[in-house]
């Protein structure tokens, strides 16, 4: 009798009759089969999608019936006798439970305190109350919650981080299979040779990136083939494969000199181009300095005749490049020399006479604004300096009234009223003093007010209407006048 066969044994006589086409038609197969893998990518099952046939019913219908739910908890505990206070654990649990609210992964937050956004609970706390508990639900099944769990573990951390005083610690499910598959990660990663889990996971490739290593793949054999393709053309035929190398040095220096002459014709037309743009560029500052010389000979030559006057006001042009104010104070001062030799002459009994100069080496000199002493009886020209100190006194007084005099008669009969002479007095001989007084009375007998400042004694006499000041034996002093 003939015993039915079904498809894997069929399958199987069929292999053991044509061995090399089993084999090789499994290869394929493989190849295939690890292809469409990576470029489809890698979808993670539930543990209830894993289960085979009843079981894997049963699994599923559990699932749905009793949802899954990933409980985690959070211990607060201090590390030390003044971290057991109350307070400094109600802080951080009050911190943990704010970080937990913000995680839209985070449901029914239990709370051992009363906390905005969690369900007190007072069963979370210690009977010692050093400790407390809070717990919540991560969102998601077994593998979303491993995922989904990461949030908590930060917000963990953080708390822990602020809180030094404190031992803040999270245990449940979701992180205990968090932890598990980062332990196997691990390992895997270091028996396949990689120092962390870091860089294996950066040698991940993602399906657009296989996708592209499977196209360079299939370029590479297409341009393989038209290589050999090449390789196999009548023309090619009867070269010696000996002489392949030298070809391709030949060929390699050919394509370098023609490198070289490519970058050399590239800097040239780069150059001729810059030459051609500082060509143009000079001969539009060409032109722009040619109107700008043009305009300006069209202004100096308007403009010559003010600035020759201005040349000659300003003392910087004519023969003795004097300036018009130095000019007009030459001139003034001239007047006030004038009227002060009148002065001067009384005074010194016709010996001095002042003169203008305007030579020296200084430009003040040689402006006409310094003096010389004409000594009658010598005959000869000295110096201000060489005056002695009473000459020097009445010279100066002489001036003094002289600019007056000049002030009144050109400033539209202006007098100065009121002269002041602070001491010199006493440098001065008899009959100088006597030339001096002289003069001084003809002033007052004018009508203009002379005050004295000296300490001669003999002037006492002579000035009828004064001020005394005395020194008194305390050191202070006392005024009285005298009319």
Known sequence: MRVPRNLAAASGAWSAGNRRKAIFGWLVFVVAAYLVGGVVGQRNLTDAQMGNGQSGQGTSVFEKAFPYHSGEEVLLQGRTMAARDETVLVAGVGDLVTRLRMLKTVADIQSPVSVPGAVLSPALRSADGRSMLVSFEVAGN???AQTNVDGPLAATAVTARDHPQLRV???GSASAQL???RDQAEREALDRGFDRTELAAAALLSPDQQADLDHQVTSWATGLAAVRAAAAAPDL???D???????HAAAGAAAEALARAEAAEQEVRAAHEAAKARVSRLHQRLAEVQQAQQAADRLEEDTAALIRLAGLAKGMDGQRRMALTTYVLRQWFGQVVAAAN???SAMSSGRYELRRTDEGGGRRERAGLTLTVIDRHTGEERSPASLSGGETFYTSLALALGLADVVKA????????TLFIDEGFGSLDADTLEAVMAVIDELRDRGRVVGIVSHVADLKDRVAERLEIR???DGSSAARVVA
Do not use: I, K, Y
């Open 142 to 144: 077994s593998n979303q």
């Open 169 to 171: 610690e999270e245990f």
């Open 179 to 181: 932890r598990r598959a």
């Open 237 to 239: 035929a009867g070269l």
């Open 241 to 247: 494969p000996a002489r392949a190398g030298e070809a």
């Open 342 to 344: 009148v002065r001067l």
């Open 410 to 417: 050109e400033a539209g009969g202006v007098d100065l009223d």
């Open 471 to 473: 020194r008194l034996p």
